[in-house]
Every structure is written in C-alpha cells, then in structure tokens.
C-alpha cells in the first residue's frame, strides 16, 4: 500500500468531519484486532461453528468434460450460513462491533443478501439492526426483506436517487453522522472509505487462503486462472488475495454487462471504456458518471453487481494489470447459469453466474492439465423470483398468479 | 479584500451574520436569481451556492431532493457556473461554493479553481472533502485566494479542531450538532461547550449551521458565533410559498 | 437386528413379486458397498467436496441464556447442500445407482426437498430423473418444483388419493415396477420396504457420528438430550445413531401435531395414541389409518412431516423406549421460529422447527452442566411462502399481489 | 373340492377359463351384484373381488381410482365381507379376495381367514405379500383350505418361481409384464418364453392377467396359460356404458 488508505492512486477517505473521529477509533480497533494474534482464530471459530468453513472446493467433473479443457473447480461460498460469501465479511465486523463496545448496527444493502447476512449478525450478537435498501430493491427483493425483518432487523426503503444501491449507502452514512456513538457501519463490500476496503479484504481472504491450500490439495499446482464476479468486489478480492503473489495465476474480475456494454445499460465499471475515475460515497475508484461526475444509472440482472463504484483496491490491480476485467450479459448469465444448474446440480447466485459466464468461454482453450477456479459467491435460490421471470416460466407465473388472487381475496 | 477581513468588518456592525444557502438549479435558474435577489436586498452577509450533485452524502432529504431535482431538470455544472457568474456580478456580497469533491475533481480541480476564482467566488465548502485528501485542493485555495471553509464538527477534538484551522480560510463551517442538514437542534449547554471549543481552537470567524430556521435560533447563537447558516429552512419556504416569501423571512430574522 | 430388515416386530419388505428380483439386487449392492472399505470413504469425500460435511454444530449462547438452563447446541444440516440433511440420503444412494449401472432415478417428494436434492443428484451423477409430488403438494411447493425442473428433473403431479407424499410413493413405486431394468427408487427417508431403512439409516447416521465427536469437543462430555423431528424419520435416526449406545443420552422424536392431537388433524403416529400397526406402502410400522386399515389424511404446517408412516426403526425404538416421542403444534412452531431467527440469527425449516419447540419446552428445567443438542434438519428459505402465510405478512402479500397481476397483464 | 381340481376340470373342457376382477363398493354395492351376474351367466369361470384399499401401490389408474372411491362412498369391509357372503351364496362358481394386506392385517389375519372361510371364499391374491412376509398367512391358508395365490412376474427367475411354487395353491397368477393393472400388454416372442419358464417351474393351472381386453388377447393365450384374466377392462367398460354391457363382452371373449 502507497499512502495510508490508498491503492495506487485509488482508495482515501472522503468522509464528513463529523465521522473523522469514528474512523480513527474504527481505524485503531480494526489495527488492534488484525495484529491481536487471539482475532483470526477467533474469527475462524466462528466461521466454522456457526458458518459451514472451510467451505469446499467442488471439481465439476461434468463441466470440464464439457468444455474439454481446463479442469473446474468451484470454490462453494453458496454452503455458508446466510447462502453467500456475505457472512465472512459481516462476522468478522461483528467481533469488532463487540471489541468497539457498539450496540447497534447499520447497512445497506443491494440484492438484500448482505442485509440478511448483517442482520444475522445482529441477531446472533444481539445487536439492533437497520438495513437501508433501495425502494427499487425492496420491491425486486422482497423474500430477502422479510426474513431481515423476521430476523429483528428494521429494513428502510431509500426513495432518493435511483433507488438502489449506491443510494442505500447514501442513506447508511445519513444514519451513520448521526448515530456514530453506539452504532457501527456494517459496509458490505471492499468499497467506502478507508478502512472499509483494507478491512473488508482481509475478512473476505478467507476464501482464497483456503482455496489455494484446496487447489495445491485436488490439483496438486496452482490454477492457471481465477474468476470471480465483481460488484464491489467483495467475493473477489477474498479469492484473488490467496493468489495475488503468485504470477502464474491469472486473476479475471467479470462484472455485470446488462443488455450489452455497447448499450450503456449495464455495470461495467472496469472492462470496457464507460468507467472514469471520481470520488463519491467516501473513496476514490473508477465510477459510472457522466462528464459532470454525476453517477449514472447502471443495470444489471444481478442486483449484487448493480453499482456505480467498485473497490479501489481492484481499480489498481486493474491499473496495473493484475487483474483483468471482462463482462458478462444478462443473457449470457442466464446460459451460464442453466448449463451449471443441468451438468453439476448446482445453482449459482446471479451474480455468481457471472463468472462462471466467463470461465465458460475461456476453458475450452485452455489445456487439459490446466486448472480454473470459479468463485461460486452465493446461491440462486433467493433468485426464484428473478430467475423464473429470465425463463418466463409458465407454472410459476400461474403460481404467482393464483396465490395473489387468494391474498387479495383474503 | 480577503473573506475573513470582510466578515470581520461586517461583524464589528451586526451582531451577527447572515449566510443563506441555496441550490443551483433547484427548482430552476430563474427562481435562484429571483431568491438570490430578496436574499441580498434583506441584507444576507454572504451566501453559499450549492452545485448540485447526484450523491450528496451529507446532506437531509430536503437538500437531498433538491440536488436530485436540480440534476434532472438538465442542471449541468456548466450551467450553475454561467450563472454563478452572472450573481457574482450582480451583487456585491461575497458567494461561496457549496459542493461534493466529485464535481471538482470530475471538472478539473485546478481548472475549476481557476474558473471560480475569475468568476469572483471567494470560497469553497466541500463536505466530502477533509484536509487530509485535500493537499491539490489547499494548494489551489492559496494560489487563487478562495478560502477553502474548514467544517468542525461535535465530534471533532480541540485536537482536531486546531489542526482543521492550520488550513483554513474565511471562516469556520460549525456543524451545530450530529446529522445531516434539516433537522432541528437544540441550542443547549451541551451546545454551548461545542461552541466555547471551536473558538477556543481558532481566530477565524465561526459560522454555525444545521437547523437554524427562526429568528430565536438566530438570536441564540448571538454571542457564541459570527454567522448564522439558514439552509433548508429557505429551500422549504421556496417550496411551500414560492421565491417572493424569501425577502421577508430574511428581514425577519435579525 | 431381529429377522432380516426387521427391528422388532417392524419392518419387513411387502414388495409385489415384480420388484423380487430388483430388491434382491439392490440389497446386495448395498451390502457390498457396506463391506467395501473404499465406500464411506468415497461418500464421506463426496460429501466434503460437493456438500458442507462436517456440518458444523453451533452453540446457541442466546437461546441457552434465554431459557436458562441447559447448553443448546444446533446440528447445522441447513448448510448441506440443497439446504437440508435430504442430500446425505441422496448422494449415498447416487454412488449406489452409480454401482449398479443403473441411468435413471424416480423419487417421492412431500416438500419438495428431497426432490430437489435427488434432481440435484441426478445432474451431479448424470441420470435421467422423475419426481413424483403430490399435486396438493406441487401447489403448495412450487418455488422446488421450478429448481427440480431447472436442474433437469420431469416433476410429475400426482393426482390420486389425498395428493400428497403417500400418493406419490405409491406411484413411484408404480413407475419402478415398470422400469426397475434401469431405474434406481430413491427413497427419501427410513422407511419403505427393507433394505431402504437400513440403506438411508446409514447414510444419515453420518449426522450423529459427527455430532458425537462436536458435542465431546465442545461441552466435553455426552449431551444429555437429542430432539430431532419426525417425518419419516431420517434425520432423527441419523443423529441417534450417534447416541444409540449410550444410554445416558435420552432422545426424542418430535411428530407433527398439526393443530393438536385431539382434533385428529396432525401427523403424530407415535405421540399419542392414534397410531397404530399396520402394512403399508411396502413396510410395516404405526400408521394413522381408520379401524378397516384405510390410511387417514394427515396434517402439518410442515410438509416434509406430513405423512401416515414411521421409520420401522423408529416404531422398535419407540416400544423399546429408547426413544420418546413428542408432537409439536403449528402454532407453537411458528413461535419457535420466530423466537430462533431473533434470537441466534439461524432459520430452521418448518419441519426441523419441531425439533426446537421440544427441546425449548425441556431446556429450562434441565442443569446447567448439561448440553442438549437439536438436529435442525434443514434451512427454512425453502418455507418462505408457507411461513409469510402464517405470519400474515402484509407487505409480503401486497409483493405477491403486485407480481402476480403484473404476470397475469403479461 | 379343491380349488386347483376344479380348474383342472374347468380346463379339461375350455381351451382357456376366464377370471374376472371388480372392486367391491366401487362404483356401488349395486352393480356390484349386477356386474357378477352378468358375468357368472356369461360363462366366467372365477372371479376375483378386491376390497378397496387406500394405497393399492400394485394398480394403475383405473383400479387406483375405483378402489379410492369406493372408499369415498362409504364400502367398508364388513360391507365387502357382507356382500362377498350374499354372493358367494348366490353363484356356484369360485370367488377369491383379492386385496392388499393391510386389510387382512388390521382386520386380523386370522381372522379374516375365519370369516372367508365362512363365507366360502376359494383364495386370496394379496399382492403385496410375499411368501417371505406371509408365514401367518401360508399357514392360516393351509388351515382354511383357503388357496394362497402365488404371483410370477417376468423378472422372476426359475428357481424363484420353484420357490413361489411350494406354497402356493390354486393356481399361479402370472404377471404378464412389468408395470401395473390397466396398460396392453404384447403377447411376443418373451411372453412366449416367459410363459414356457411359468409352465417349467410349477404344475398349478397358470393364469395371466394385466392388460388382457379382447377376445384377440384372449386367443392368444390358448395353450400358453390356463386361466385369462380380466381387470381394468370391464372397470372401464361399466364406467362408460354401464353394468349391462358386461354380459356380451364377457360373451364375446371366447
Ligand atoms: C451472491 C453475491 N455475489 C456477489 C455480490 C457482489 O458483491 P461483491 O463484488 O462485493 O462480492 C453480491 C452482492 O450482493 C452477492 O450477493
Ligand atoms: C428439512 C426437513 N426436515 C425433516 C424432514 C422430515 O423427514 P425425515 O423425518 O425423514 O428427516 C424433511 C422432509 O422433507 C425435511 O425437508
């Protein structure tokens, strides 16, 4: 790392004086726990008693033949409690909501799944719990809403802006200037201001130091290539930390492209030429704005991926051509993800899918004794409702249907 | 003249100032001159010009939505800096910028420096912006003499506080209480210790905003510092009873 | 055990001659991979590698405090794949089919979890599969009828007798004395005709091996009490095994009891008194069926324990006294899944909330030293139609009305 | 006499005997009777009455339903058993049960044997009891002189057919395919084979049900099997045209 907080020319914290103090005392508390030689085993207890850690690394035998190059491998962050990569970030920021002596916590959350996984966390550590999501969202996510409203949590619909995403944090920070005193700021993925990023990664690096032990294991060498999908970069960061040293593996960043890059409706922030550099919502990185640096409407089927910034620790690596970056379109996720669901039983998250888009188009090429890893984020169950309309499909639409006449008959 | 001398001199008349805030392009240009006008003609001190941005962080709903609103109406920074220049030669009170770093940053810090500086602007309020990220920015508020406005904050240390001012200018942004713009604070004991802590930690002017909306608020802070901030109190009254209730309400307020 | 696939007086295999030879074959390739040393070790790598095993067990430190007196502990087989214990059954039968060269599966399913788990398997293995469901039970579970069709499953409602899991193990047993050349039934729990109690017995009992060693790592010594639900009874016996042979581990089978055992509307065969001996769907054991031997309609909130029969091991266990058996209302399961989600952040399913109304009704007045542990069977997501119903969600509704007139203008 | 003589004797003066198959209370107690008049006087030689049973996991659709609404409409099996006397007192040739055996099960097996007996019942076809399961059962026959009605099926060895064989009585009731009642079955070169494999393995008059509807399946039979067996046919027959078109189409089998 370059100056405090930054990646390259990437990162900062852009905060409100009123929040400078909060910052420093969760910049300390953060420092203290990462060289507390006591914290990591205990994150790791935790991750492994309540969450289901490690979690596997699945050879997907029948995709490999498939393709008939690389050997698949796909890293199984779909098993943890909650159903996505979430939980490892939210856990490990509970145990330092509890060294910090907090009593309430704040998110927002996007696809809804880091506003499940932070009020789990609340629940299981007895804190109070908000959730700011995007009115858009709410509507889009509704199963994800109530059981965050079933798990204790207040779940507050964001009218501003686009609705969605950035807005929520938006919202999450109003809260925060206000609240600081007993309440912490559960960030949900590897962006915001500095520590956020630094913090975040290193929770999330739990999945890439047991995917390279797991990999050496099953492969017997390292992967030729890594995919993940990037909508903060959360799932990322966590897997690519495990090979950042290595040259010979190939990290490859895959975000949302939407209808098609070519069309401006998607969430590509890095891959392709619509991202240009800014600072909003408290840090530096590569954003959808327009040339006043008003931030920009993004689309993607993947609410998770749906968002205007993206981590600054991965705008450098792609500055630096660590990592490279691709994207991947709705209609392709949807291919993606129904060849995985038939050949391997397994059903990625939308947003996950993504980067199965991409290992798909590149294993074929590659050679036999070659391994790839996917990082398989999350589940596509809380998809249905998503993932049903994709497929227009006729039954579940008559479900839909009958149970709504029921109800508005009740 | 320098901004702070000019307060200072305009303070040693009243006793206290006035700053009003308002939003570029909200609800239009034409209602911004309109209020701007019966802002100068009640005998506002000096006003803070908004350029709207798409994620004001900072800032309640009410500006919040104003911002928005400006934005999709076609507010483009261009135009808020057309019309900016066209107030700054209509008026003779000091103008500052109120805005999100972005805006510059996109712009062009330096290139924006020096557009503001030729317009006349006499000073920056950048909420995202803390000294620390603002090395570029500080430099340029010295080569151009824009008073780059320092924010205290309830929470901010003497510590803090005194290192805020090192790079200061103009005058002092006190923020009166935790939150975000628009809502109401109460001008207690606890206020006043915050107060005594800010001006015991710089000589600038110390300007305090944050839900000050009635002449008793004004009143309040008579004593305690040497500019009463009106933000969303305006923005609410252009709202609900158009430009035309801006001159009054002023008037009315000292 | 006492003759060949009896336990007690229970048991038996009351097969149509057609299937003689298909049983004969299956009993021996089960017997075989028994003796095979390579065998569980293949499933327990399968396990490690394609689902979550070991599954962790949590310590429930809120709920214990709550209730103030023995240690709870949670056995998590909501982190296995597919979201319950389902697929331990399921991928063990997978490598047997696998064995015995057979190229297509057929299954029962009530709630819909073990049919997805069995399309799940299917996929990861590569056979053909059909899915007999209930059409009362198709309508109520559509969101797995939809993933068991994703996953490559033909789902085929069955319109017979009270439409649901009874009726569908029936016709799946119709379909595979048809197609028994190279068709593999795979029961979904401990019960059907003999070698199916002891084949999914010891797949499951993976549950309670595991369970053993977590509960002597974490409170040092045996638990006293283990409570799992009952349906057909797989989870239950797979973590009673674990504690068969010590006797100072009382266990306990919670039923369905529906809206109370006195107005006949539950699924209690053991708890209480309204079961009794019978034959019937190719096994003997307690059944809720009228005085001419006619089986009676059942009823639970939970679909997975809706069901007219008992694993015969579990009905010898019961006249043994090994195990006691309790029965659960829906009303006071809705309050423990309530009180669960807040308090531990973990969502049972309906069926393994059974489970913890028992176990919270006995915690209070056991010792503190003690340590008690609840098989939560399966992860409660899969419920979210059935549980926005019983709590009367109104914001869920108005989503449900929305989407369902926003498809019916389609 | 024996059951398995009077067949032999039947059989010394038909090239095949027909036994036919109705679920007792379906679709009433009413045509019931009708249905075995009809076909007693139309030449049947043996008839088998199923009492219904909520999981007859061995019959396709049309019996499935039959049985599960005769069950709906009230026939309990005291019903059946009061019937099955009326008839058996009514019609000289033999009748058996045919049930699953839950029924006998929960009535008592022994029981139920006593009562069957009483009633003059000639055999039972349980076909979810296995010799391996039926001990009490085999044992009861033998007192009762009750035939036990063994079943072949086509993925029954020899030897297993040997085995079936030993405690069987009657006749032997041989499966014609896989699957259940109600499908056509094709009388080809393995039925052929399959049947030749029945014929080595026992000396009991053999008799072939599942799928057998025309006098065309009928004829086929001949010389191949001792008894054909007619099921779901004239349950379809009756649900669509009622209790009187069974006499000619049981006319018209041979
Ligand atoms: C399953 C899943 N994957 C990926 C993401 C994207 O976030 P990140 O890029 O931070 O991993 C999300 C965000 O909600 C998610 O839910
Ligand atoms: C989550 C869950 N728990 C329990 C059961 C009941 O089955 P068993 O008693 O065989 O464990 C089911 C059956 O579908 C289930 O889905």
Redesign the interface.
């Known amino acids: 790392m370059d100056k405090k907080g930054y990646y390259g020319q990437w990162g ?11 910052f420093r005392e969760l910049g300390r508390a953060f420092e203290e726990a990462r060289s507390d030689p006591d914290f990591w085993p205990e994150y790791l207890r935790l991750m492994s008693s309540y969450s289901c850690r490690p979690t596997p690394l699945t050879h997907a035998a029948n995709l490999s033949d498939h393709f008939g190059g690389a050997g698949i491998y796909i890293k199984r962050e779909d098993l943890n409690h909650t159903g996505a990569h979430k939980a490892n970030n939210v856990m490990g920021q509970g145990l330092l909501v509890k060294r910090m002596g907090k009593k309430r916590v704040i998110a927002e959350t996007g696809a809804g799944q880091h506003g499940v996984a932070t009020a789990t966390m609340a629940a299981k550590f007895g804190f109070a719990c908000t959730i700011y999501m995007g009115e858009e969202d709410v509507a889009r996510q509704r199963p994800n809403v109530f059981w965050m409203e079933k798990l204790g949590a207040t779940v507050i619909p964001v009218t ?2 686009s609705r969605t995403l ?1 807005d929520a944090i ?1 919202e999450a ?2 809260d925060w ?5 007993d309440t912490h700021y559960v960030m949900g993925t590897v962006c915001g201001p500095h520590p956020f990023p630094e913090m975040v990664a290193w929770f999330q690096s739990i999945i890439g130091r047991e995917a390279r032990r797991q990999i050496l294991a099953a492969h017997g060498r390292l992967p030729a290539r890594v995919f993940a999908c990037v909508g903060g970069g959360s799932n990322a960061m966590g897997i690519f930390q495990g090979f950042l040293d290595d040259p010979e593996v190939e990290l490859i960043g895959v975000e949302a492209g939407g209808h098609g890059i070519e069309t401006g409706q998607h969430a590509a922030r890095l891959a392709g030429d619509d991202g ?7 840090y ?1 990185t590569m ?1 959808l ?1 327009d ?5 920009r409407d993004t689309h993607s089927v993947a609410a998770g991926l749906d968002y205007v910034g993206v981590s600054p620790i991965l705008s450098d690596l792609w500055e630096k051509k660590r990592v490279r970056f691709t994207a991947a379109t709705d209609r392709e996720v949807m291919a993606a993800l129904e060849l995985t669901m038939r050949k391997e039983g397994i059903i990625p998250a939308l947003e996950s899918a993504h980067a199965f888009v991409q290992a798909f188009k590149e294993a074929p090429a590659m050679s036999r004794g070659e391994a790839l890893i996917i990082n398989m984020s999350g589940r596509g169950d809380k998809d249905i409702f998503t993932i049903a309309d994709a497929f227009k499909d006729p039954s579940w639409k008559q479900f839909i249907i009958d149970k709504g006449r029921q109800y508005a008959a009740d | 003249m320098q901004l702070t001398e000019y307060l200072r001199e305009q303070k040693a008349e009243k006793k206290i100032l006035l700053m009003t805030h308002l939003v570029l392009g909200y609800p239009s240009f034409e209602v911004n001159r309109e209020v701007i006008r019966q802002m100068v003609d009640n005998g506002v001190d000096l006003i803070e010009m908004q350029i709207p ?6 800032d ?2 009410v500006i ?2 104003a911002n ?1 609103a400006a ?1 999709e109406n076609g507010a ?2 261009r135009d808020c800096l057309d019309l900016a220049a066209e107030i700054t030669a209509a008026h003779p009170i000091p103008f500052l910028f109120m805005t ?4 510059l ?3 062009g810090v330096a290139k924006f420096f020096r557009k503001a500086a030729a317009i006349g602007i006499r000073g920056f309020i950048v ?4 000294p ?2 603002g090395e570029e920015f500080l430099a340029l508020a010295k080569e151009y003499g824009i008073a780059p406005i ?8 003497e510590k ?1 506080m005194r290192e ?1 001012a090192k790079p200061g200018d103009g005058f002092i942004y006190c ?1 009166a209480r ?3 713009t628009g809502r109401k604070t109460e001008f207690d004991r606890d206020f006043g210790d915050y107060m005594a802590r800010c001006r015991r930690a710089t000589d600038l002017p110390l300007a305090v905003g944050f839900g000050i909306g009635s002449r008793q608020d004004v009143d309040s802070l008579i004593g305690q510092a040497d500019i009463a901030v009106i933000g969303t109190k305006t923005i609410r009254l252009v709202d609900e009873q158009g430009p035309a209730a801006v001159g009054p309400f002023i008037a009315g307020l000292r």
Chains 1, 3 share one sequence.
């Open positions: 900062g914290a852009f905060i409100p004086e009123v929040l400078y103090e909060t501003s802006g950035k938006n920070f109003r200037v206000t609240s600081m005193d240009s550099a800014g600072v909003a919502q408290g530096k954003f704005q040339s006043d640096g008003q931030m | 941005f798409s994620e004001p962080m900072a309640g709903p919040l939505k928005q934005i483009k920074v999100y770093y972005n805006i940053f996109k712009y909420p995202d912006l803390p620390e990220e320092m924010i205290y904050a309830p929470t901010s240390t803090r805020l923020v935790r939150g975000v």
